[in-house]
């Protein structure tokens, strides 16, 4: 005799219903497991190419950012040159001002302006003649006073560290606007 005749009917139904659910829960849990591998691949699958798009858009902004300070130092030293430039237009400027300015103090030159010579207002008496180190022949000159010379002298000196320096803005707004 066996086991299962010795048990009673309702007893055995209950048993079977146990052991089909056992069955039935396992089968959901190893379907439920089955699913669970499936998604679990496929969100490993989108990180990794998550991770790799995000590697790929590093790496761009990382060659563009280099690339951008490339130009940026390549326009630095071009600005630079520039200045140097312009800084050393501007020191040669002011040494022949000062030279001049020297020369006038000592006398050793002497401003002149030239008169019109057609003027029949002027009663003045002007030499014609040049001296040893002049270039204009023949033509009325007066001299001016080193006062008024050394103010004419500075006014021009003025004008042209303006002028210098109004080129070297031009120079940098060229620089800085013209792409390269």
């Given at each position: 005799m ?7 009917a ?18 959901a ?5 089955v ?76 401003l ?11 009663s ?8 040893a ?16 010379a ?31």
């Amino acid at each position: 005799m066996r086991l299962i005749d010795l048990i009673p009917a309702p007893y055995k139904l209950l048993a079977q219903g146990v052991l089909l659910a056992a069955l039935a829960g396992g089968s959901a849990a190893l379907a439920w497991q089955v699913q669970d591998w499936r998604y679990g691949r496929q969100l490993e699958q989108q990180a990794r190419l998550q991770a790799e798009s995000l590697n790929q858009q590093t790496l761009a902004a990382a060659a563009q950012q280099q690339a951008e300070q490339a130009k940026r130092l390549i326009l630095e030293q071009r600005l630079s040159a520039s200045e140097q430039t312009h800084y050393r237009a501007l020191s040669d400027a002011q040494r022949d001002q000062g030279r001049l300015r020297d020369r006038l103090a000592t006398a050793d030159l002497r401003l002149s302006v030239l008169l019109d010579a057609t003027d029949a207002a002027s009663s003045r008496t002007v030499s014609a003649s040049t001296k040893a180190g002049g270039v204009v022949h023949g033509v009325t000159r007066a001299e001016l006073d080193p006062a008024h010379a050394q103010r004419i002298i500075g006014i021009t000196d003025a004008g042209d560290q303006g002028l210098i320096a109004l080129a070297a803005c031009q120079a940098y707004a060229k620089e800085v606007s013209t792409p390269k």
